[in-house]
Every structure is written in C-alpha cells, then in structure tokens.
Nanobody, 125 residues
Framework: QLQLVESGGGLVQPGGSLRLSCAAS????????IGWFRQAPGKEREGVSC????????NYADSVKGRFTISRDNAKNTVYLQMNSLKPEDTAVYYC??????????????????WGQGTQVTVSS
C-alpha cells in the first residue's frame, strides 16, 4: 500500500522549534516532488512549502519564509520540515503529499496526491 506518514508534531511554546517528518511507505520518494500543507480549525488548507524531487527547488508560503526549512533525504525516503520561531498562528494539522505541479510555481498547492494522516502542531504558552 502506498502511503505517506507524517510525524514529529507536538506542543511547543511560541519561539520554539519542531521538525516534522514525512516518510514514504510502499514507494520511493526519489521521483516525486513533495508538499507540506496545514489546516487549522475553521480555516482553509494552506500550502506551506514544497521541494522538488531532486531537492534543487523549494518554495515557501510568505507566512513561513525565513522560519521554516524543507529538506529531503532520499536515502531515508523521507522529507522534513524544520520549523523555527514558531508562532501561535502556526497551530494546525500538518500534512504531506506528493505534488504534481512544479514546486517552483504556485499551482502546486492545488495539484497534489493523497494525504497522510497528518500530525498536530500546537504552539501555545
């Protein structure tokens, strides 16, 4: 069964850090661009960041630029999202998915594959 599994979420104070992982099961991530998305209660889904299959292209939502870093380790079949300087407004369930539009553009946020189960990130004092 092909699936993505997110992990690494938790409760953190404002200004803190978390690293999320997106691990592939049943397929190899090497050939796929991957996007991280988030959805807070009552809000629309937001594309947070993406990375191309080679890792050579990345993209970030304006709300996270300079604070979040996406990376991948194809040998471990995993994509990471390092989140620093977290703010209460970063609170959401975070999901990863394969994306089908180029990561360098803006369409990737609307052209993606199935979600994983998500991981909850809560930023609160």
């Amino acid at each position: 069964q092909l699936q993505l599994v997110e992990s690494g979420g938790g409760l953190v104070q404002p200004g803190g850090s978390l690293r999320l992982s997106c691990a592939a099961s049943g397929f190899t991530l090497d050939y796929y661009s991957i996007g991280w998305f988030r959805q807070a209660p009552g809000k629309e889904r937001e594309g947070v960041s993406c990375i191309s299959s080679s890792g050579g292209s990345t993209n970030y939502a304006d709300s996270v630029k300079g604070r979040f870093t996406i990376s991948r380790d194809n040998a471990k079949n995993t994509v990471y999202l390092q989140m620093n300087s977290l703010k209460p407004e970063d609170t959401a369930v975070y999901y990863c998915a394969t994306i089908y539009a180029p990561c360098s553009g803006s369409s990737w946020t609307a052209d993606f594959g199935p979600w994983g189960q998500g991981t909850q990130v809560t930023v609160s004092s």
